[in-house]
């Protein structure tokens, strides 16, 4: 990429932060915030006092939120969180900025009050950003140019949404987890180094302890070692680098382990999670292809660059179709949990947003592609019209399921391309100005409760 492409780049991002919205309203953001607000303040894992201030307040009224947080218990005798630390460690340097601003300007410095909100809103939108910069500089990695696909990508998925509108999720942090673990396995994998496999090994554990499903893009640079470390490397030396790459991840993970044992009473997530999961994946085709809930159906985006990713494994050099492999497999193993999941269809959600921990692949997909094209003057233009219809629909999701014209619960096909190609157009000034203006004017009413109900009931992963 060229200088003026990065500083273009930068400059959308910060005329961008005005649209980010600095609010908390379901349930697995408060229980992510509620990591953050409960070791800054009471320095316990004790999150009564969190989920009841949401509760009292009436920001968390969803349904089950008072007898899944505020009744039950852990095994370890404390309030279930569903949720995992991951995002509180990257929140907390603006939750600090956070912490002075209210002092300095004499806000309430309890934690909850608007500059810690808004200081994890804007946080996650960084990270959201960081995502997309580390994507780029990974394809630049395996010689693609990634400008164009890069702003496809930011701008035609789910991520715009969890960057903008519902930023204390925990899905724009997953993404940049995601992004610099592949930008450190590509670093890395030149030679396997000792300090690189390690590095490698505890960017791993960032990602797991985002969301617990992460823990899969793993496999990726494992395959990778195992079919190019062992070849450059002595037997000795490839060992010392797998057991650099465990240590580090081990490290790294503590707090989350820490947390996990003092929470759960034992290791690992609540059972109320994994009793959740089928593993024999009844639902993978469903999530990928469902009409009411398929991720290339939400995100056809998604389906263009997993297209790249499988043109870069069959017709590029060796190193780069072993790369495009790992990377294929480990959306497999991506469909296979999602699809594992019973609340598969993560209803009252927009998109299927486990799968936007997959921005920095789809990225270099949609790379790959755009530069297979060169040369062909109708299918590059050809590309262009249908990336710039798949960004488009995702930009008109958005919209229609901000102002409450799509059921929130599930797409409807028909109904909702009518609406994005001739409703949305029509009211795109107003929605722009409210957007802008009024945006307290999207949350009246019955429809932000709908927003609510993110599964109160199951994993928030």
Not at 368 to 379: E, S
Request: hydrophobic letters at 50%.
């Amino acid at each position: 990429m060229t200088r003026r492409q990065w500083v273009l780049l930068f400059c959308l991002f910060l005329l961008s932060l005005p649209a980010v919205t600095t609010r908390i309203y379901s349930s697995d953001e408060i229980q992510y915030f509620a990591y953050l607000r409960s070791l800054w303040f009471d320095r316990d894992l004790s999150f009564e006092n969190e989920y009841r201030y949401f509760y009292d307040r009436g920001i968390a009224q969803s349904e089950g939120f008072h007898e899944t947080f505020l009744e039950r218990q852990t095994e370890a005798g404390r309030r279930v969180n569903f949720g995992t630390i991951g995002c509180a460690i990257l929140w907390a340097p603006f939750y600090a900025a956070g912490d002075i601003l209210a002092r300095v300007t004499g806000m309430p410095a309890d934690g909850f009050s608007k500059p810690y909100i808004a200081a994890v809103a804007y946080g996650s939108a960084v990270y959201g950003f960081a995502a997309i910069v580390f994507a780029m500089l990974s394809a630049e990695r395996l010689g693609l140019a990634p400008f164009g696909a890069a702003l496809a990508v930011w701008f035609g998925t789910p991520l715009l949404f969890y960057m903008y509108v519902a930023p204390p999720f925990s899905h724009a942090c997953s993404a940049f987890a995601v992004a610099l673990f592949m930008w450190t396995w590509l670093k890395v994998r030149a030679s396997w180094s000792i300090q690189g496999a390690f590095a490698l090994g505890a960017a791993g554990a960032l990602m797991a302890m985002i969301r617990e499903q992460d823990l899969f893009f793993v496999a990726g640079p494992a395959a990778d070692f195992v079919l190019t470390g062992f070849r450059l490397q002595a037997s000795g030396f490839r060992l010392a680098a797998g057991a650099a790459g465990v240590l580090g991840f081990a490290a790294a993970y503590i707090p989350q382990a820490i947390v996990y044992v003092r929470l759960n009473g034992h290791l690992g997530p609540s059972r109320l999670v994994t009793r959740k999961m089928s593993w024999h994946a009844p639902h993978a085709l469903q999530v990928m292809f469902s009409p009411e809930h398929g991720y290339f159906v939400w995100t056809p985006l998604a389906l263009i660059a997993i297209a790249g990713l499988v043109w870069l494994a069959v017709a590029t050099n060796q190193s780069d179709r072993r790369v495009a492999g790992c990377m294929l497999l480990v959306i497999a193993l991506q469909v296979y949990v999602g699809g594992s999941v019973e609340s598969w269809t993560v209803a009252g959600a927009f998109g299927q947003r486990r799968f936007i921990a997959l921005t920095a692949f789809l990225v270099i997909g949609l790379a790959a592609l755009m530069q297979a094209r060169a040369g062909f003057r109708l299918r590059k233009r050809a590309t262009t019209v249908v990336v710039a219809l798949a960004v488009y629909w995702n930009l008109a999701l958005i919209a229609e399921f901000a102002t409450g014209l799509m059921d929130r619960q599930r797409l409807e096909p028909a109904k909702n391309a009518y609406d994005a190609f001739i409703t949305v157009p029509r009211l795109a000034p107003s929605l722009a100005y409210r957007y802008l203006f009024e945006r307290s004017s999207f949350y009246r009413g019955p429809r932000s409760e709908s927003r609510g109900r993110s599964e109160t009931r199951g994993p928030s992963s």
